[in-house]
C-alpha cells in the first residue's frame, strides 16, 4: 500500500472546501455547505471577513515576519490590548493552542521554580480533557487513543474525573503545581464546569498556593458570549491558554498570566521563531477590534439563546434521536439519545443535508458556528437538522 503525501493521520471526510462565504464553505464541485462547525471553533468571523482580509493582506504588503530578537511595536500593542481585556497582565503569543498549552505548563512549573519551590511539578487535569497534540499536551491528558505508542510521557500529571471537586482536591500534595481545566470542556462532549467546581478549583489554589490553569482554546474568546468563559464564573485564573478564535483562522495562539504567575518567563525561558510576528498581529488586531465592538459579544448571547431555544424546541419532535441540548452561548452541543450515533448523524447532516457540525465525546454533536451568524443562519440550520432528524430515523428503521 502506498503512503500518501499527506500524512494520513486524520479520517477526513469527502467535503473538499476551496472557498467560503460568510457562513457558507463551498467544495470542488461548487456544492454549498452551511457552517455550522467553523473550522472547530475557529473561524469567529466566518470565512472571507472583509476586515480580516483586508488586515492580512495590508500587513503582507508591508512586513511579514521578523525575528523576535527584534522589538515588536505590532506584538505590544496586540499583547496590551489582550491584557486590558483580560485577568492577564502579560501575553506569550504562540501558532496553536497546543504551543499555548505548552506555554502555561512552563509557565506554571516555572513560578514554583522561582519561588524556590522546584518540586511542584504536578498539574492536575481532567478525565476527558483535551489539550493539543504536543507531548506537553497528550500527557496531560489520560485518553489512550492520543497516547498510546508515544511513551515515554512527560511526568507531572494527574487526572480526576471532571467536575469533581473531592476527587481533584484529594490529589493535592506537595508535588502539586496547580490544576489545568478546560472551563468548557470541547473535544470532551461540551461539558462545562459547574459554579462549584471552577470556584472550588480557585478556592483551593489560593489556600495552596497553587495556579490555576484554564485552557480556553476552544471555549474562550467570545465564544460563550463572553470574552472569556471565566466570567461565567466570577473568578480569574493565574495562567489561561488561548487559541482558535484568536486568530480567525490565521494561525495564532496566546499564553496569558498575572505578573505573579509569570514570574519566572525570564530571558531565555521560552520562545518561538514566529510566535508573535506582524502578519499574526495584524490578523489577532482585526479580530478584536470587531469583538470589541459595541453589541458584539451580546449578539453571540442573543443567537446563542435563539440557537439553544430552537434546538429545545425541535428536541421532543425528535426525541427517538436527541436526548438534551448543552453548551453556552454559540458553543452547543446535541447530546444524542443511542450509544455513539453523533458521527453518524453528522455524516449524515453533511452528506444528505449540506450542513457542517462537529462530533465530540460523550454522543454529542457540537455545534459551533461562527460568531457573526443571524436569524437567517439560525432559520436555515433549523431546517436542515430537522430535515435530517426526519430523514436519518427512516434511514434507521
Ligand atoms: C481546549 C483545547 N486545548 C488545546 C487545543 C489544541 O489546539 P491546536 O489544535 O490549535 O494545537 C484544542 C484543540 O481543539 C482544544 O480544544
Redesign the pocket.
Known amino acids: 500500500m502506498s503512503t500518501p503525501a499527506l500524512m494520513p493521520v486524520y479520517p477526513r471526510c469527502g467535503v473538499r472546501p476551496v472557498r467560503g462565504e460568510g457562513c457558507y464553505l463551498i467544495g470542488e464541485q461548487g456544492e454549498r455547505y452551511l457552517d455550522f462547525a467553523a473550522g ?3 473561524n469567529a468571523l466566518g470565512h472571507g471577513h472583509p476586515k480580516l482580509v483586508q488586515a492580512i493582506a495590508d500587513q503582507a504588503a508591508t512586513l511579514m515576519h521578523v525575528s523576535n530578537l527584534y522589538g515588536s511595536p505590532q506584538g505590544e500593542h496586540l499583547a496590551q490590548r489582550i491584557v486590558d481585556s483580560s485577568f492577564a497582565d502579560t501575553v506569550f503569543f504562540t ?7 505548552e506555554c502555561a505548563i512552563k509557565t506554571a512549573r516555572r513560578y514554583h521554580y522561582a519561588n524556590g519551590n522546584p518540586q511542584r511539578t504536578t498539574l492536575i487535569t481532567f478525565n476527558n ?6 507531548m506537553g ?1 497528550i500527557s496531560a491528558t489520560n485518553q489512550p487513543k492520543m497516547r498510546d505508542g508515544f511513551e515515554p510521557l512527560l511526568p507531572g500529571f494527574k487526572y480526576a474525573p471532571f467536575n469533581d471537586l473531592e476527587a481533584a482536591l484529594s490529589l493535592i500534595d506537595d508535588t502539586t503545581a496547580g490544576f489545568m481545566v ?1 472551563t468548557v ?3 470532551g462532549g461540551v461539558s462545562a464546569g459547574t459554579q462549584e467546581f471552577i470556584q472550588g478549583l480557585r478556592k483551593a489554589c489560593d489556600e495552596h498556593g497553587l495556579l490555576l490553569v484554564l ?5 474562550g474568546y467570545g465564544r460563550t458570549g463572553k470574552m472569556w468563559a471565566y466570567e461565567h464564573y466570577g473568578i480569574t485564573p493565574d495562567i489561561l ?1 488561548s ?2 478564535g484568536i486568530g480567525g483562522g490565521f ?1 495564532l ?1 496566546a499564553c496569558l498570566a498575572t505578573a505573579e504567575a509569570a514570574k519566572g518567563m525570564v530571558f531565555g525561558t521560552h520562545g518561538s521563531t514566529y510566535g508573535g510576528n506582524p502578519l499574526a498581529m495584524a490578523a489577532g488586531e482585526a479580530i478584536l477590534d470587531v469583538m470589541l465592538e459595541p453589541g458584539f459579544l451580546d449578539h453571540v448571547t442573543a443567537m446563542g439563546d435563539r440557537l439553544r431555544g430552537a434546538i429545545e424546541q425541535m428536541i421532543p419532535n425528535h426525541d427517538h434521536l436527541f436526548d438534551s441540548i448543552r453548551g453556552m452561548g454559540l458553543m452547543l452541543g446535541i447530546k444524542m439519545k443511542d450509544a455513539a450515533v453523533a458521527r453518524d448523524f453528522v455524516a449524515h447532516l453533511r452528506d444528505h443535508h449540506g450542513l457542517l457540525t462537529v462530533a465530540a465525546g460523550e454522543n454529542v454533536v457540537r455545534v459551533l458556528p461562527p460568531l457573526v451568524i443571524e436569524e437567517s443562519h439560525i432559520a436555515e440550520f433549523v431546517q436542515k437538522l430537522s430535515d435530517g432528524a426526519r430523514d436519518y430515523a427512516v434511514a434507521t428503521v
Open positions: 472547530i471553533a475557529v501558532n496553536s493552542g497546543t504551543e499555548a498549552v480533557a483535551f489539550h493539543g497534540r504536543t499536551a478546560e470542556q470541547g473535544e485552557d480556553e482554546v476552544q471555549c491558554s487559541a482558535k494561525p495562539g
